[in-house]
């Protein structure tokens, strides 16, 4: 099915059913009366997940260590789907949705694991995604089912590509996310729990992003996050429902250093490796244990504002 989209006279999103459930592009009219885009547009219709405006993860989200875990004394191995061997960002947004319900401002979208072959999760799920849009909210429900006859671990998460800049050249991009702590981490791989540092405390603080090189994790998330492109004028709220009690920060840096035309800042339900960090006792992963036909749901609203 092709992409479509959902919008009022000032906000406006592109879904592709096929592409996972994809946000394409999320824009909002400008002062120079045209479509400003406020997440990095896909680079085409039939684009790769990591190559859209936002991608949904589930059945987990971020990292599994050497695309492998143990959960209740069983080892699962995975499809490892990036270069550094891990399976990354989970199964949903490799596979082509339903759509079973749409108006002009609202989509709401499905997916069955035992409809497809060659998915890369040991239990059938289910996940469903509704989006809506209003003249200055975007939000976004997203859940995952177990429709397995096993308890089976879980988690989920948003993947957003925002810009740097929207139309003012001069945007000097701020973010605001109160954390607890970040993981100390090797590839991206927690190697112990999360404690305080001066990254942890600079995301506390509406302060300019410049150029971190961050791909980090961290917990405890407050479930609000502040985007501020102060010389265009335009403010993001990010509000995250229980859920969603931890953040990925990631601002990747291009050969030379310099920052890239976008950043991501992931609300998400686990850790990364939160599988195995649980099977070996640690506390706070934020995995789900969901038994037979039970469902873990979140809900992400983010606000724009004029200011």
Do not use: K
Not at 153 to 159: E, I, V
Not at 265 to 281: A, H, I, K, Y
């Amino acid at each position: 099915m092709p992409s479509f989209s959902i919008e009022t006279d000032s906000l406006r999103a592109v879904i592709d059913p096929d592409m996972g459930a994809s946000l394409m592009d999320l824009s909002i009219w400008s002062p120079q009366d045209r479509w400003s885009p406020v997440m990095r547009r896909a680079s085409g219709e039939s684009c790769p997940p990591g190559e859209t405006a936002m991608f949904l993860m589930a059945p987990w989200s971020n990292r599994v260590a050497g695309a492998s875990f143990r959960f209740r004394g069983r080892t699962h191995a995975l499809q490892p789907n990036f270069g550094d061997g891990t399976a990354i960002h989970g199964d949903a947004s490799a596979r082509p949705w339903r759509l079973t319900d749409r108006t002009p401002v609202s989509a709401t979208l499905l997916l069955d694991s035992r409809e497809h072959e060659g998915v890369n999760f040991p239990w059938s799920f289910g996940a469903q995604a509704r989006y809506e849009v209003t003249p200055e909210t975007l939000e976004i429900d997203l859940s995952v089912t177990n429709l397995d006859r096993e308890a089976m671990p879980a988690g989920l998460g948003l993947h957003p590509f925002f810009r740097r800049r929207l139309w003012a050249d001069a945007d000097e991009v701020r973010v605001l996310a109160p954390v607890g702590g970040r993981y100390p981490c090797v590839n991206q791989i927690p190697s112990g729990p999360a404690a305080g540092d001066g990254v942890s405390n600079a995301l506390r603080e509406l302060a300019p992003l410049d150029n971190p090189g961050l791909d980090d994790v961290f917990n405890a998330f407050s479930g609000e996050a502040i985007i501020e492109w102060p010389a265009s004028g335009v403010r993001l709220t990010m509000s995250c429902s229980e859920s969603l009690d931890h953040l990925v920060v990631f601002t990747p840096q291009d050969e030379a250093g310099g920052a890239l035309s976008w950043f991501c800042v992931e609300p998400t339900s686990m850790v990364n490796d939160g599988f195995n960090l649980m099977e070996r006792g640690q506390a706070g992963t934020g995995v789900r244990v969901l038994e037979p036909g039970q469902t873990l749901e979140s809900r992400v609203r983010m606000r724009l504002e004029r200011t």
